[in-house]
């Protein structure tokens, strides 16, 4: 702390940027200093805010109501310029309400956390300001996610860690490129005669699954409601027998079956779909399998725990996000495919102004073909160097600490007086749901009642604890379950005092409902 | 210099942390110093890096081959760690094969260019590690957004800057979620009954039209040569009685109409479409028009060239990129939309374990329904605290100096020897497109022979001002036009000398050709 205030306090000393404007700063000539000052400031404002994150003392959250929010400050945009010290007064009143990821409670989503390494990838890969189709513009970052792709595509089992892909602004969008390549796959024509030139396309897919897969029928499948018809269902599992009943009935009804889309690692429950049935079922029938490990991917990296993925090398195709289980700063995402060639293929349209034939260099290298977007940001070089820094077997090592803790949630509330689980058995992956019981509904007889009750309770105690600002977990119902806890851990802060301390202020907060 | 210097030094001092490894980082116990000094040591790397790039004595490029650069460090990931120091390492050899993106002479891509407060927001971003979906996690993000798309709706001219609107990863993701409002609102059976419930739809658009739209037809509409069937192409614009035609034709072959886009601003010829004359026809025959302004929106905050815009207002969506023209940082997209609501209802999911409607805070200021995406970046700091650092007036000034740049140039070569235009008239946005005849082939008579020399001279020039690292633009063919350079201007760093350079450059570089 006292080596951050002497920072600061060194900062202070050049304080005659408080007059100066944007137009002060590179690249006005003499620009020099006076940049390095301005950033200089903003860059202690950030290293305070990082180091106070990782704090237990310190709030997750200092919330308020939009409404509030919006009175707390002048947030309007003006004519005229605002100075450079209006400019850090902005900065910190925004990171003052921004909610803190890094801090070591916060369990709010798939992503949590903050890694050292990863941040300082990204205050590069901003400062490199850059776009990643081709290697003329993005030399260094092209090269690196070619590198980083084979060895993902090596760890999945891809011999030679040969095949193809590219990371994408997430898993909604890997997840649509693979359905673009699967049906490219069995429709060629389909890139030159459309839609109309293919019969009416079916795919498959467990009923739990995240957000991005129920968007794709959307975008350019069938109808929803008759994907709808063909989802499984059983703990939010595909269950291989009843995927290839289904996959019968809908050619029956005229429907081409073209897509099955496991999950491995669902968003609510954490649970891995058998791969290698639904691959033995994909392959009989000729059908494109893609694994959407979205969130479970990052289990191959532990040899502890990649076998829940067994089967994941027979896939087509991979979805797999860095951004959640591994906490590199979002976003990155990866679709890797199995097939060299075919992306390029299913999405090239030459667009002579980037793509020149005639380049002076290897034009393997421009990636720009290989996706419905053009520019692409770099989301590369965070992944790459964490995984310098931590070696494959640093992100192992935290992977297995996160399905730790989850187990010892597990454990600690399975029998535990006042919590019911959602489901039976140990979590697969790190998602642990759970109902809490506060006292006064716990002996209810009324079971209509004690639900209505219940349902109640967990948007209650998630209120409270951002009012305190102590934690962060989410909630949900889900079918016919009323609200339950979805506890998943990603954060690398973690520690088994946290688990403990999240279990007391969810009955601290709860004990009056 | 000399603070640089003694900043660096200054940080050497603590050097200790050449032998740490990052598990010695937060959230590592009592890794608060080793931390500030780890990033304050990427920092003073970053800020080196920073004012060397806008050195005009600095090279544009390092440039090496692929295969070369594969050689030129350790690339590959291990299984062990690394320490810190090589991770100090990887960031100063990234930065030194890096392609210097803030250089006042890099002229390559449509971004150009970098803002040292768009930069300073990027590294807050990045600090703040969150996602926009809901408020709950990005509640200061959420409110900017709100902010801001209303200030740019305003700008557009709808009254009060009521609609809708989202940033999204890029021209091409935008552009599509516009085509899907559009297909809802023309058949919101889709989202329940899919594309088979619709009839084949068609969209129209000129020839000249970004990489994205090309790539659309691939997704979810009919099919591209059909749509090439009904491409319009004149100098790159849509002429309107060409579309009313083709529109009755695609009528008559049983198509329905649905999608005009028209283009604000084309990638290689700048050239802007007339809104007024096509929305007219967009009116008669009820089609949702949409106005890809990815380049040419942001000409709306110049009171000199808005006029290039006129009918704007009356599109039903515009694309509107800041990260093009307006130097906010890679990556920074808009969609505004004019109906209210419409985002909402055609891509809800009511995906629960996200948008819990029992949450205690409005939920209108959950914007993840909005989009296809489930998590999306926050783009919004970097254009919001830019715009708050120049006031409306500050990104006027910035544009009309690229325009002036843009002017500047085509005047000095419109008549000089060994130049011609490879289109007529004045250029309405920053967009120069030129051919350099060398000496050699200036006088052949020989039409043929000079066409396919000239073809070769840019290539070889682009190639040589790589290697020298001096400057860089890009060239294309199109067409039956043999490979051109086409300039684009902005760099808000660049000058007039700038453009001097690049004229005696191509010519000193083009010399013996």
């Keep these: 702390k006292n080596l951050l205030q002497n920072m600061n306090h060194k900062c202070r000393c050049f304080c005659f940027i408080y007059f100066y404007f944007f137009a002060d700063l590179l690249p006005a000539s003499d620009g020099d200093i006076k940049t390095m000052t301005f950033l200089q400031e903003v860059v202690d404002i950030l290293l305070a805010y990082i180091v106070e994150s990782f704090d237990r003392e310190t709030k997750v959250i200092d919330f308020h109501y939009p409404n509030e929010l919006l009175q707390m400050n002048n947030w309007e945009l003006q004519d005229e310029p605002a100075t450079l010290d209006d400019i850090l007064i902005s900065c910190r009143a925004t990171l003052k309400y921004a909610i803190k990821t890094a801090h070591p409670r916060y369990f709010n989503q798939l ?35 070619y590198v980083t792709l084979k060895k993902m595509r090596e760890i999945i089992g891809w011999s030679d860690g040969r095949g193809d892909g590219i990371f994408s602004p997430g898993g909604a969008i890997s997840n649509m490129y693979a359905m673009l390549l699967a049906r490219f796959k069995m429709f060629p024509e389909v890139k030159e005669k459309g839609m109309s030139s293919v019969p009416r396309l079916v795919a498959f897919t467990s009923e739990h699954v995240a957000f991005s897969c129920c968007h794709l029928p ?18 939010g599992k595909l269950i291989p027998a009843d995927l290839e009943r289904r996959i019968l009935e809908a050619k029956q009804k005229g429907f081409v079956p073209f897509f099955v889309s496991a999950t491995a690692g669902t968003t609510v429950y954490g649970a891995f779909d058998p791969l290698i049935a639904i691959s033995d079922i994909c392959r009989k029938y000729n ?22 993925l067994d089967g994941v090398e027979r896939a087509n195709s991979v979805t797999w996000n860095p951004h959640k289980m591994m906490s590199v700063p979002l976003q990155c995402s990866a679709l890797l495919v199995r097939e060299e060639g075919l992306m390029q293929n299913c999405n090239q349209m030459h667009a002579c102004y980037l793509f020149q034939q005639d380049k002076h260099y290897d034009l393997s290298y421009d990636t720009g073909d290989k996706a419905l977007q053009c520019g692409r940001h770099v989301d590369i070089f965070k992944l790459w160097l964490m995984w310098r820094a931590k070696g494959t077997i640093g ?6 600490k996160c399905l730790e803790l989850s187990e010892y949630l597990y454990n600690k509330i399975k029998d535990r007086e006042g919590y019911e689980m959602v489901f039976d058995g140990k979590p697969q992956h790190t998602n642990v749901c759970f109902w809490y019981l506060p006292p006064g509904i716990r002996y209810m007889e009324d079971k209509e009642e004690k639900k209505k009750h219940l349902h109640k309770v967990a948007p209650v105690i998630k209120a409270r604890m951002m009012e305190y600002g102590t934690t962060m ?35 601290r907060l709860g004990q009056d409902l």
């Design 111 to 145: 992503s949590t956390g903050l890694d050292m390494v990863g941040l300082a990838a990204d205050w590069l890969t901003s400062t490199a300001n850059t776009n990643m189709f081709t290697y003329e513009v993005a030399p260094v970052f092209v090269l690196l996610e």
């Design 473 to 507: 977990v989410s909630y949900q119902p889900q079918g016919d379950k009323v609200n339950f806890f979805r506890m998943v851990i990603s954060n690398p802060a973690a520690t088994f005092e946290d688990i403990d301390f999240l279990i007391e202020e969810i009955e």
């Design 218 to 235: 959307l975008l350019f499948l069938t109808s929803s409601s008759e994907l709808n018809d063909v989802f499984l269902f059983c703990s």
């Design 395 to 400: 992100f192992e090592a935290q992977i297995d």
């Design 287 to 308: 059908i494109w399998m893609h694994v959407d490990g979205a969130w479970g991917g990052s289990l191959l990296m532990s040899r502890r725990h990649r076998w829940k």
